[in-house]
């Protein structure tokens, strides 16, 4: 079973931009933590902890909440047609929403399997994905899941279907599975890495992306699927747990801490966002032609209306400098640099580019910082140093 962590390890980046932010903070009306959202039915749905489920029908400006039927905590869906949602949880939970709160249930009759994805290879056939390698897929016209031999022991985090019959499974220790048989049979493929691989973006047209712990990026060699990976440099080191796509070839996953990250190049290289939070940021959805929300813990939706390309975080060239620890932080921060770069001024910044604090190292590559007068938030650690090299991370206050 999947566990969360948060590690307390950011890296400074040598960077000369000034952080702006195209994201917006969305009333949820609740506190659970919201695992799932998708825009591209109608009406939207978002979907988390402790059987919350809350639609939208003005394109994610509002929500209200629906009764789910259940008290379980909701993992994942998937889109069964205009206004049908296939809805996965824990302890077996697995329903379709239909209309504007039509809530039908098909669960498992074995309440001790998590069920962590689901995706559709028609309208009829789905596959869903839990702990353990569990896999089942319906089929026959009937959503009634029969267990399919997965070939794993692993947790299985995520799947991906397109048309054609391929689909790809995503777990934990770098497992990826391939189905070219509309997810009756997988076989495993080489993934190139040992971390636990939690969401998958799937286009028929483009490279195959997967992200999952400690801010690793996948990249399919050749338009979908593929049977060769590369691991893509990136520029956070959080978990990275939602990643989606734009037509336009624009990518953006989401993950732990507030972090965002942005392709341009269909997956190739990117850049880290500012969000304007420090909640574990989970799922992930875009629609058409630029509008994209985000969902995590504490309720947590976010809206960008221009592909996120307002939110300018770290550029990526950037070179990591500085490390700074624990991150996120109640009161003091210890800050370490080459000893080669000697001492540094520092500002703490506001998002808006307030000034809040200012100092100067005496000497050495070494500094702390005490943030306990400090409102909790998300703030900007600006360092530069004689031979004009300045570093700019994110710090986060916490309660």
């Not at 997810?183 to 195959?208: H, N, V």
Request: glycine share 14%; aromatic share 6%; charged share 15%.
């Amino acid at each position: 079973m999947r566990q969360r962590y948060t590690f307390g390890l950011f890296a400074l980046f040598a960077t000369a931009a000034t952080a702006q932010t195209g994201w917006t903070v969305i009333p949820s009306g609740t506190s659970a933590t919201l695992r799932t959202i998708e825009l591209n039915t109608l009406p939207h749905v978002i979907a988390g902890d402790n059987g919350t489920l809350i639609t939208s029908d003005d394109n994610g400006l509002t929500w209200t909440a629906i009764s789910s039927g259940t008290g379980q905590h909701l993992r994942a869906q998937a889109i069964g047609g205009l206004s049908v949602n296939y809805v996965v949880g824990d302890s077996g939970t697995f329903f379709v929403k239909g209309g504007a709160s039509s809530v039908t249930p098909y669960d498992l009759p074995d309440e001790s399997q998590r069920l962590n994805a689901v995706d559709d290879h028609t309208s009829v056939i789905l596959t869903v994905v839990g702990d353990s390698g569990y896999v089942a897929r319906t089929g026959g016209g009937n959503l009634i899941l029969d267990p399919i031999e997965s070939g794993t022991t692993d947790d299985l985090f995520a799947v991906r279907a397109i048309q054609g019959g391929e689909a790809l499974i995503a777990g934990a220790h770098g497992t990826l599975l391939r189905s070219m048989d509309e997810g009756l049979s997988y076989s495993p493929l080489t993934s190139g890495t040992t971390e636990d691989l939690f969401a998958i973006e799937l286009t028929g047209g483009s490279p195959a992306l997967v992200v999952g712990a400690n801010g690793t990026i996948l990249r399919s060699t050749t338009n979908g699927i593929g049977t060769t990976w590369t691991t893509v440099p990136s520029p956070v080191s959080a978990d990275l747990n939602a990643v989606a796509r734009a037509f336009t070839g624009i990518c953006i996953a989401v993950g732990d801490g507030g972090t965002i990250i942005r392709s341009t190049d269909n997956g190739l290289t990117w850049l880290e966002l500012v969000s304007n939070t420090a909640e574990d940021l989970l799922g992930i959805s875009f629609r058409g032609p630029d509008i994209w929300e985000v969902v995590g813990a504490n309720g947590t939706i976010l809206r960008s209306t221009d592909n996120g390309g307002s939110a300018v975080g770290i550029p990526e060239n950037t070179i990591p400098a500085i490390e700074a620890f624990p991150n996120p932080t109640r009161d003091r921060v210890v800050l370490r640099w080459s000893a080669g770069l000697g001492m540094a001024e520092l500002e703490l910044l506001s998002l808006t580019g307030q000034v809040k604090w200012h100092g100067r190292t005496a000497t050495g590559a070494r500094a702390e910082i005490d943030l306990s007068g400090y409102l909790p938030g998300v703030y900007l650690l600006r360092a530069s140093t004689p031979n004009g090299t300045t570093m700019v991370t994110r710090i986060v206050r916490t309660d």
